[in-house]
């Protein structure tokens, strides 16, 4: 009788940190992935690389570029994030101004690097200002006739953070507004702070940086106006106002 001999393969798999040489840096934080690239959310497994998903509260680190249309320049910026439900509902904010190299120091802080950049309603360029030229050059007025609110495929927190991302909405700002913001603008989880704003016509000019704030929101009032938050820090003053499409703000993202 002839006998049948099965061999049992069993591939041996260990789900341990990988420390053969050339597969894991030297820093016991940093992983190499099987692509050569060297990170921190990155790791071998049995199937390549592994990413960590974002949590809010973590930092967010964008490469800005101008190739797609929305930053005026190529920088590299880590954004701090917070959960918070100020909004009337518990969502993820970036804690300085979308384009800001850093977050403000306080909230009269009139620095470029603090201020970030500018936008005109539902249009997706970005505008950077630093203290006395605006770059790319500023359009003139009344080129926003629209009565559309702000739109995803022109949104720069999608555009530039990704999906998930976007420009609140009037209801959310109102519902900021409305919880004792003036005190805690600054002091509070959102980092608010005066960046001023940017005039509109072809001489446009960079106002009111370091006394006040001006935040667009999504939402559209008519041909001319749009909805934005704006606070004054030389008072007790914050309200819900209409703002000139034409006018360049600050954006503020959140996310779902």
Request: charged fraction near 10%; glycine fraction near 8%.
């Given at each position: 009788m002839k006998r049948i001999l099965f061999f049992l393969f069993i591939p041996f798999l260990s789900f341990a940190q990988l420390t053969k040489t050339g597969f894991r840096h030297t820093n016991p934080t940093l992983f190499v992935d099987f692509s050569g690239k060297i990170g921190s959310g990155k790791g071998l497994e049995r199937f390549g690389k592994k990413t960590i998903?974002?949590?809010?509260?973590?930092?967010?680190?964008?490469?800005?570029?101008?190739?797609?249309?929305?930053?005026?320049?190529?920088?590299?910026?880590?954004?701090?994030?917070?959960?918070?439900?100020?909004?009337?509902?518990?969502?993820?904010?970036?804690?300085?101004?979308l384009g800001?190299?850093?977050?403000?120091?306080?909230?009269?802080?009139?620095?470029?690097?603090?201020?970030?950049?500018?936008?005109?309603?539902?249009?997706?360029?970005?505008?950077?200002?630093?203290?006395?030229?605006?770059?790319?050059?500023?359009?003139?007025?009344?080129s926003n006739t629209e009565t559309v609110?702000?739109?995803?495929?022109?949104?720069?927190?999608?555009?530039?953070?990704?999906a998930g991302w976007r420009i609140p909405t009037v209801t959310e700002w109102t519902n900021v507004n409305?919880?004792?913001?003036?005190?805690?603008?600054?002091?509070?989880?959102?980092?608010?702070?005066?960046?001023?704003y940017l005039s509109t016509g072809v001489n446009s000019t960079l106002t009111n940086r370091g006394s006040q704030f001006?935040?667009?929101?999504?939402?559209?009032?008519?041909?001319?106006?749009?909805?934005?938050?704006?606070?004054y820090t030389t008072q007790t003053y914050n309200q819900i106002s209409n703002n000139d499409k034409d006018a360049g703000l600050s954006i503020r993202c959140i996310r779902d």
């Open positions: 998903m974002f949590v809010c509260g973590n930092n967010l680190t964008i490469v800005h570029t101008t190739a797609n249309g929305v930053a005026p320049v190529n920088k590299t910026v880590t954004y701090g994030t917070v959960s918070s439900n100020l909004s009337g509902a518990q969502k993820c904010w970036i804690t300085q101004n800001s190299t850093n977050q403000a120091i306080s909230e009269t802080d009139a620095t470029e690097d603090a201020a970030g950049w500018y936008w005109q309603f539902n249009k997706k360029k970005g505008y950077k200002n630093n203290g006395t030229t605006t770059s790319p050059a500023f359009p003139s007025a009344n609110n702000w739109g995803a495929t022109t949104d720069p927190c999608t555009l530039e953070l990704g409305n919880t004792n913001l003036r005190p805690q603008a600054y002091a509070g989880a959102l980092k608010m702070h005066a960046a001023g001006f935040y667009w929101s999504s939402s559209n009032s008519d041909a001319t106006y749009a909805k934005g938050l704006v606070i």
